[in-house]
């Protein structure tokens, strides 16, 4: 039988190390259990008091070996770095007994606390019981640890504590941190890295890097360090290429079960990059007009920003002094400097993960996008319904198998998107067609009651993900199959987190106004915010409703109700073919429309109903007409031809009728067809342009030949309403590209050039901006916009892309 | 060795280096904890040691003197207990069963520390207890539920 010890005292468990040199120490077990060795004795030092305390010395924290994970966690002392790893340990049970001591005696090169521990220089302090007495000796973890499982640990050694210097990790210091493993919990790394950062005056004061899980031990080259320390940080920051060159040259990972060399050193050098270039960035912009989007005058000023957020704003020649001489300056003579524009509707959903450029965007400044429109979009979706609703998405958002689909739930959605790395920032409604088909399927019909509570527990459970509010899109499917009621109770669970119901209404021709009334009820009875999408009224039958459309809003205002809109700046939409079919055509799902569209009498019934109208269902062709009507998307090759043709130049095209021809590509595509309509009049663009609610949007699909919009909206309303037609002042126009924007989804500390907030910005010059786009040649980048930065860091630099991705999900707070 | 087990104590004479797993089942026909990786991976044998979840296929018996040793059969008589078996069965959370015990116990370590945890408190809370049924939601779910309908006893 195995013998065993268990000392109370460290002179107690020193002398049983002494007597017994063969005994293995038996901490938390976490490690040695599992190795299942065969062990003739023990010494259990997990009842060690002083193996258990964390002491705090005016220069240093001093932490017992066998404190677990868990007791370090809830230690205010313990620094922030230490505990960022000790999170990536397993799971709460290993972490609940494990203690840092084994983690160091075990000395595997996979230890997640090591690396941090060679970044702060930590030094251990090694007791024995010799002639009568403890002695101890100290030994910098890096001299400890001398191979894989190798450390100078004497037999009748114990780890007794692990000293961490507090300059090591005083608050100046930048840090970072990442462990890279195949899932969040229980995963051994594929690699871990950590890196320090600090500045005094403009001088680098500490330069640290340590890799875990790419050598036999941590790789740490205070060479290298010392060779970037003490340079300025103009000059530091001059040589992050030379840096990482030096690292390149030095690491040298191996393949194994855990990940490849390849991936391995990719890896280390991208998080060595990223952490160069965000650490203590500097940009100054110095010279321009700022347009600050509160609406107030523009007014001359610098502004410097550090890191991600904009640090000051002061007068010109502010930030010219010889400590600003690290900062990247743009030269903003001659150019407006305003907050990066926020698009409040926009359908990159998909795109983002396979472009996370997004450039259509960045080109016209924007830095924000609001995702998730028109009650359908990417997320939530049950694994059961992925192919139908991939069919029901392609129109708006396209099409794509370069991912994973069975991600469920917006949590894993919006991490999806964070993988990716966009280089603007993205947010998220969540969509009522998603939550309705997650709780009740695709049908027409009513929810049950049951059905409806589930369908707040959905929006609840995505709300609490951090989506911006709701949105929906009363003229898509499932989501025109409910009724007022049920978009009142999903909309009093949005409410309660103050957030924002975004939502394509019901009509936005012939019945607008019974249209619009029903959104202000469900503002009235829920008490969330209303907030409409592109807000317009089609067909010339329908303009004189105009002024009645504002009166609604101002009486609604009047009330209580909080209103706000967006609009895309053109006199055409866009949208999916499909709507041009009447709703009873798209019950039960894509499936069902294909077997609609093969049968002659369904497309008989589908015809006639669109000669006729349907009371209440927006007829696309009644008021655009087929002649205006164009094909903007495909999915198919073999029908690239068409895209560009009008309705009716497909007609002639196909020789047969337009509605005939149009049925039949719905059919060949699967309704994955884009569209563009022209709706109406420039006047009434302007009229709504100039209303106090109003915010400007995109609408931009980015598949196919996609709407002009998608490329200029911003620089369009800047170039030609307000220089060339002077419907706005550039003043009211950029709070309504930014402040009112960000105002009316509740994203905070972004839409404002303020101290403070997150420093994404816009420079653009007044005289030249212009969208370029037209319905023939959309995708044309504007003029006019020169440097665009992205929580501080500039991705559009004198008009061209830089690589950089910054872009956050900004999940509501 | 003297130790406390479902808050009676015991006394143990033998092999120190015996796993708590195996000492529970085979010297005190405790079965509900099970094993399942045996090397600390899955949770299916946690037990709360002093309160907070341990993986008792990697805990050596001799580790414990003094400790207070709770496993699902003594758990059960708590209000705790009840209100987690209650809200696990509302939400569907049991399926074939086998990581149940460890799931309630680290539950209750989680509740016990945290009474109001978010859903990503809870995943973590969880994480190192593996689940080949439900995908975890309905658990997700069902601890939430406890945290909710059972407020006041953690």
């Known amino acids: 039988m195995v013998t065993s010890y268990n000392p109370v005292s460290l002179e107690e468990a020193l002398r049983c190390k002494a007597e017994h040199p063969e005994a293995v120490l038996y901490a938390g077990g976490t490690d040695l259990m599992v190795a299942k060795k065969e062990l003739t004795s023990l010494i259990f030092i997990n009842q060690v008091k002083e193996l258990q305390v964390v002491k705090e010395t005016d220069e240093a924290i001093e932490i017992g070996a066998a404190i677990t994970y868990r007791d370090l966690l809830s230690d205010p002392a313990v620094p922030e770095l230490l505990k960022q790893a000790i999170r ?78 507090k300059a090591a990790f005083s608050k100046d210091i930048r840090f970072g941190f ?100 965000t650490s203590y960035s500097r ?37 010219a002094g010889e400590e600003f001489q690290d900062a990247e300056v743009f030269d903003a003579t001659g150019l407006m400097v305003s907050p990066g524009f926020i698009d409040t509707h926009s359908h990159s959903d998909l795109k983002v993960l396979i472009e996370p450029e997004v450039l259509p965007k960045l080109w016209q400044g924007i830095t924000t996008e609001v995702l998730g429109q028109d009650g359908i979009s990417m997320a939530p979706l049950p694994i059961d319904y992925i192919s139908d609703w991939k069919k029901n998405l392609a129109g708006l958002d396209g099409e794509s198998s370069q991912f994973c689909w069975k991600y469920e739930t917006t949590a894993n959605y919006l991490a999806m998107i964070e993988e990716a790395a ?51 899109g009363l003229i898509y499917l499932p989501c025109a199959y409910a009724k007022t009621e049920e978009l009142i109770e999903l909309c009093k669970v949005v409410a309660e987190y103050d957030g924002v119901f975004v939502v394509h209404q019901r009509s936005e021709a012939d019945t607008i106004l019974t249209s619009m009334k029903e959104i202000l009820e469900i503002g009235r009875k829920s008490g969330v915010k209303i907030h409409f999408s592109h807000f317009k009224v089609c067909g010339k039958n329908n303009w004189k409703y105009l002024p009645k459309m504002f009166q609604l809003l101002d009486d609604a205002k009047a009330e209580g109700i909080k209103v706000s809109l967006d609009q895309y700046p053109y006199v055409a939409g866009s949208t999916m073919l499909g709507v041009i079919l009447p709703p009873w055509a798209h019950d039960g799902g894509t499936d069902k429309l294909m077997e609609r569209l093969k049968d002659s009498s369904a497309r008989e019934q589908m015809k006639k109903d ?106 369009r309303v800047l170039g030609k309403f307000v220089r060339e037609e002077k419907i706005l002042e550039a003043e009211a126009a950029v709070a309504k590209m930014t402040g009112k924007a960000a105002a009316a989804m509740g994203i905070k500390q972004r839409g404002l050039l303020k101290e403070g907030y997150y420093a994404d910005l816009v420079l653009w010059d007044a005289d030249r901006i212009i969208d370029k786009g037209t319905f023939k040649e959309p995708a044309q980048r504007p003029e006019g916009i020169y440097h665009v930065i992205v929580n501080g860091i500039p991705v559009i630099k004198n008009g061209e892309y830089t690589g950089e991705r910054n872009g956050k999900v900004i999940r509501r707070r | 060795m003297v130790f406390t087990l479902n808050y009676k104590a015991v006394k143990y004479e033998g092999d120190p280096s015996k796993r708590l797993l195996d000492v529970l089942r085979d010297d005190y026909g405790l079965m509900e904890q099970k094993e399942g990786c045996g090397e600390g991976e899955c949770g299916a044998c946690a037990v709360l040691i002093n309160g907070r979840s341990v993986n ?84 997700v779910e069902g601890v939430q539920m406890a945290a909710k309908e059972g407020k006041g006893l953690w």
């Not at chain 1, 321009?288 to 550090?306: C, N, P, Q």
């Open chain 1, 422 to 472: 966009p280089a603007l920032n993205e947010s998220y409604l969540v969509p009522h067609g998603n939550i309705r088909m997650e709780a009740m399927g695709l049908e027409d019909r009513e929810p049950t009651k049951e059905e409806l509570h589930e369908m707040c527990k959905v929006t609840r459970r995505e709300m609490e993900a951090g989506c911006l509010g709701l949105s929906s």
């Open chain 1, 283 to 319: 940009v100054v912009i110095t010279g321009g007009t700022l347009v600050d989007g509160t609406g107030d005058k523009a007014y001359k000023a610098d502004v410097l920003i550090e890191e991600d957020k904009i640090k000051a704003i002061a007068g010109p020649g502010s930030f």
């Open chain 1, 610 to 715: 669109i000669e006729q109208g349907i009371p209440g269902w927006d007829n696309f062709i009644e008021f655009a007409g087929v002649d205006q009507i164009f094909i903007t998307s495909v999915n198919s090759a073999k029908n690239q031809e068409v895209v560009g043709l009008s309705l009716s130049e497909l007609g002639e095209r196909k020789k047969k009728e337009a509605l005939e021809a149009a049925f039949d590509l719905l059919l060949e595509e699967e309704n994955a067809v884009g569209m563009v309509d022209f709706y109406g009049l420039e006047e009434h663009i302007a009229q709504i342009m100039k209303r106090e609610e109003m915010n400007v949007c995109t609408d931009g699909l980015l598949s196919g030949k996609p709407h002009p919009r998608v490329f200029g909206s911003f620089p």
């Open chain 2, 56 to 139: 008792s296929c990697i805990t050596a018996i001799g580790s414990l003197a003094g400790k207070e040793v709770v496993t699902l059969e003594g758990y059960r008589s708590t209000k705790q207990y009840k209100a987690l078996e209650e809200a696990f069965a509302k939400s569907g959370a049991v399926q074939c069963g086998f990581c149940i015990p460890g799931m309630i116990m680290a539950a209750e370590s989680l509740l016990s520390s945290n009474p109001n945890p978010s859903e990503a408190d809870i995943r973590e809370g969880i994480s190192g207890n593996l689940c080949r049924c439900t995908g975890y939601n309905m658990i």
């Open chain 1, 88 to 165: 990536e340990i397993a799971a709460p049970s290993i972490r609940n007994t494990g203690t840092m001591g084994g983690n160091i005696c075990n000395a595997s090169p996979a230890g997640d606390t090591l690396p941090v521990l060679y970044l702060l220089d930590a030094v251990l302090v090694l007791a024995t019981f010799e002639e009568g007495r403890v002695e101890r000796r100290e030994a910098a973890i890096d001299e400890f640890i001398r191979g894989i499982r190798k450390t100078t640990l004497q037999q009748t050694e114990i780890l007794e504590k692990i000293i961490i210097k």
């Open chain 1, 178 to 277: 990442k462990k890279v493993g195949a899932r969040k919990a229980q995963a051994i790394s594929k690699l871990l890295f950590c890196a320090a950062l600090s500045q005094k005056d403009g001088i680098v004061t500490d330069f640290k890097v340590a890799y875990g899980s790419v050598g036999v031990t941590v790789v740490r080259r205070k060479d290298i360090e010392k060779k970037y320390t003490h340079l300025s940080l103009a000059a530091f920051k001059a040589s992050i290429e030379e840096i990482l060159n030096d690292y390149d040259a030095i690491l040298k990972p191996i393949d194994d079960q855990r990940s490849t060399a390849v991936y391995r050193k990719k890896v280390c050098l991208n998080l060595l990059k990223d952490f160069l270039m």
